[in-house]
């Protein structure tokens, strides 16, 4: 199966001049884990992780700094996949560069994300068989 097949085509993302408060309420209100940053071309330049956020924001109610901005905190470092790989190349990228989440592109543009989970779903629909009835 290749990714493209498996990936979340709506890319869900933020601009570097998010507050943490905003982006935290852009996670939960689209049930997503991860955001991708976009500058003010639209190119991806970073991502920002719920555990990243959570910890931010618990030093920012620490500091009562207020003013901080996602550019600050996010990864600038983005892990992509060609969309026509095969899940197990992701599979493995996602365990080699320890991250839970790869950019998919097509000629170098962003097209969809995968997940751990979305890996999750497919190995348990491919290997869980429901049980014979005797």
């Known amino acids: 199966m290749r990714i493209k097949d498996a990936m979340n085509k709506e890319i869900i993302s933020i601009t570097e001049s998010t507050s943490p408060i905003e982006a935290f309420e852009k996670m939960y209100k689209n049930r997503v884990r991860r955001l991708f940053v976009v500058n003010e071309e639209g190119i991806p330049t970073g991502v920002i992780s719920h555990s990243d956020l959570i910890g931010a924001l618990n030093q920012l109610n620490n500091e009562k700094n207020e003013k901080e901005l996602i550019v600050d905190i996010m990864t600038s470092r983005i892990v992509t996949i060609d969309a026509n790989e095969n899940i197990k190349n992701a599979a493995n990228l996602m ?16 097209v969809g994300v995968i997940t751990k989970t979305d890996i999750c779903r497919i190995v348990a629909a491919n290997l869980l068989v429901p049980k014979e009835e005797s």
């Open 95 to 110: 365990l080699r560069a320890d991250v839970s989440g790869l950019l998919a592109t097509e000629a170098k543009k962003p």
